[in-house]
């Protein structure tokens, strides 16, 4: 029975991502203001972050582990450097 539960569990977490990566990209893509695009990114990859855990839970391989944490890194440093970008007018000073 738990089993299936957390079947079922990682099926409703990962359409409810895929509906929430959906809405970051519209914010992502239609956002009146560069800091609107930003915040639409940095939920993006967070979702994608979290999608790509989900499926690794449910596959119990630890690719997808591995895939998350550079998604996770490479979307940090991203957000860092348009908001430092976006702050400043340069990236490296």
């Known amino acids: 029975m738990?089993?299936?539960i957390l079947?079922?569990?990682l099926t409703i977490a990962q359409i409810l991502l895929g509906l929430a990566m959906a809405?970051?990209?519209?914010?992502?893509t239609i956002g009146p203001r560069a800091q609107d695009r930003i915040l639409g990114m940095d939920t993006f990859y967070i979702n994608a972050m979290l999608l790509f855990l989900t499926i690794g839970i449910?596959?119990?391989?630890?690719?997808?582990?591995?895939?998350?944490?550079v998604i996770g890194l490479l979307g940090f440093v991203a957000t860092v450097a348009l908001a430092k970008f976006l702050?400043?007018?340069e990236v490296i000073e």
């Open 2 to 4: 738990s089993a299936t």
């Open 58 to 69: 449910g596959s119990g391989r630890t690719l997808y582990f591995e895939a998350a944490l």
């Open 23 to 28: 809405c970051a990209a519209v914010r992502f």
């Open 7 to 9: 079947a079922w569990s």
């Open 87 to 89: 702050m400043r007018g």
